[in-house]
């Protein structure tokens, strides 16, 4: 509009000179100049506005169209509710959200989820990647950002909307640690633009913005990003697990038509590892071989035929075998078992998904906080610590990798017993204990805990094997489920 409005009085202006015998030459000359630095700013992005803008109801995504992340939904929820009683907010004093953070692997759902809170809080959705900002140019990404808020202000006004969700993708790209990267001065002038737009969000301000961010890698952001005011909400968004599989399975064949023989369930069992994403193009790639059979419907053959397809195809990471899950599983089992050996209804859960950079874990109910360890509490926790490697050897036969975590915890563990004189050597200046002797106590600690470990799941072994099966089936145990097997029930 804008645009043509120029055009049309450039033009005006052009005729009306000609006809009074004006000499325009320069006047044209001058306006091919304006014309050629713009599009050159253009072409190098220096002059950049964000397309991605979309009105609610334009996104279309609810928190109904994610699936299998129950608990990051009832988490952003949570943060959300915040905004939407702003009101109330303002009333009690307190501090606005202005940031919220999606953390965990590609594909999990994370944009889903930024739109779907768009659409929960009836707000426009701006959507970025952090890579977007990134210029050779120092300056260009500072001046980026500004735009990106300005411009959220002005659609929701544009829109008649009280709120604006802003969206940027792999924020670690613009948020990484400062002072870290070759062409510093640009990142570093980027990421405290973003800074200062976000101290500067208020809950008078007429358009309330949320920013809401993702990554695949918390640990690499500036920790500025991550103090109260700024991103202080992080929801962890995680691989699903069975259960979760099939629902998102649900969603993406909700508009296809299925033979009978369809079992998503058993789908699902065979798609360990798999993450939102690969799971739509699984349920897309089987339509397509239904469509190339020229079936009038998608049967359970062609869904296997699609996982192969996903999985060779080079379009999952890594995945482990069916060997590596079992191995998980027993060795999660044998922390739970000796877990609740020694504190009784600590298990919470117990998982073989893979969770950030562990292949299964279990949870523990919260302690409260302790001060002061005693020597059998140490113990315990070193006992719990060697659990998973000691099950594996008494299941498998042997141990694996996974359990080098585990060894440096009970070595620390060990290490407080004997610096706090509580092992077999007494009262030690950690000073000048000399190596040798300070190696060999804390072996026998790790000893010691380790024989009374192996009695204890040797003991049990039955009872283990059942825990696995059943770990294996359903990829997941509450604490109550997990307490009921080890009890003799089924
Ligand atoms: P990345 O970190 O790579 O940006 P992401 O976590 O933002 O990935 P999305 O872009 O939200 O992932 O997901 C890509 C696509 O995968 C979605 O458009 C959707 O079709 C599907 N998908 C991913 N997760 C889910 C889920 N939890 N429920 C339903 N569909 C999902």
Request: some cysteine.
């Amino acid at each position: 509009m804008l645009k043509e409005l120029s055009v049309g009085i450039g033009l005006g202006v052009v005729v009306f000179l000609l006809a009074n015998g004006y000499n325009i030459g320069p006047l044209v000359l001058l306006g091919l100049l304006g014309i050629g630095t713009y599009y050159l700013a253009q072409t190098r992005g220096l002059v950049k506005t964000f397309s991605k803008v979309t009105a609610d109801n334009e996104v279309g995504v609810s928190f109904a169209d994610v699936g299998g992340q129950a608990a990051a939904i009832q988490e952003l929820r949570e943060a959300l509710d915040f905004i939407r009683h702003h009101d109330e907010i303002k009333r009690l004093g307190i501090r606005p959200l202005k940031g919220i953070l999606l953390t965990g692997p590609p594909g999990t759902g994370k944009t889903l989820m930024a739109k779907a809170a768009a659409h929960y809080t009836d707000a426009v959705f701006l959507s970025v990647s952090g890579s977007e900002f990134i210029e050779m140019y120092a300056g260009v990404g500072a001046q980026r950002v500004r735009r990106l808020f300005q411009e959220a202000r002005e659609t929701a006004r544009k829109r008649g909307k009280r709120y604006a969700v802003i969206f940027i993708d792999e924020i670690d790209i613009l948020g990484g640690k400062r002072g870290q990267t070759t062409s510093h001065l640009e990142y570093d002038q980027t990421l405290n633009q973003l800074l200062v737009e976000m101290d500067g969000l208020g809950i008078d301000d007429e358009v309330l913005i949320l920013v809401v961010a993702a990554t695949n890698r918390p640990d690499m952001l500036d920790p500025a990003l991550l103090r109260p005011g700024r991103f202080d909400r992080q929801v962890r968004v995680e691989l699903p697990d069975r259960e979760g599989r099939i629902e998102i399975l649900r969603l993406h064949t909700r508009n296809k038509p299925l033979a009978d023989d369809v079992d998503l369930d058993g789908i699902a069992r065979e798609t360990f590892g798999f993450s939102g994403a690969h799971l739509e193009s699984l349920a897309n790639e089987a339509a397509i071989l239904a469509m190339r059979e020229g079936a009038p419907e998608i049967r359970q053959v062609h869904f296997l035929e699609a996982i192969d397809k996903v999985v060779m195809g080079g379009k999952l990471d890594r995945r482990p075998s069916k060997e590596e899950i079992r191995r998980v599983a027993v060795h999660e089992t044998g922390h739970a078992i000796l877990s609740e050996m020694v504190q009784p209804g600590s298990v919470s859960t117990i998982t073989v998904t893979p969770r950030g950079n562990a292949l299964g874990y279990i949870r523990q109910v919260p302690e409260d906080d302790k001060y002061l360890h005693t020597q059998d509490y140490l113990e315990d926790r070193i006992a719990i610590c060697l659990a998973g490697a000691v099950a594996e050897e008494v299941v498998c036969g042997s141990r694996s990798t996974g359990a080098a975590n585990d060894f440096e915890q009970a070595v620390h563990y060990a290490e407080t017993l004997v610096r706090g004189g509580m092992s077999e050597i007494g009262i030690v200046a950690p000073g000048t204990l000399p190596q040798e002797l300070k190696h060999q106590t804390i072996s026998r600690i790790l000893q010691k805990q380790e024989e009374r470990v192996r009695a204890i799941l040797n003991e049990r072994q039955q009872v283990m094997s059942r825990i696995v099966e059943k770990l294996l089936v359903s990829e997941k145990l509450s604490g109550q489920e997990f307490r009921n097997l080890l009890a003799g029930e089924n």
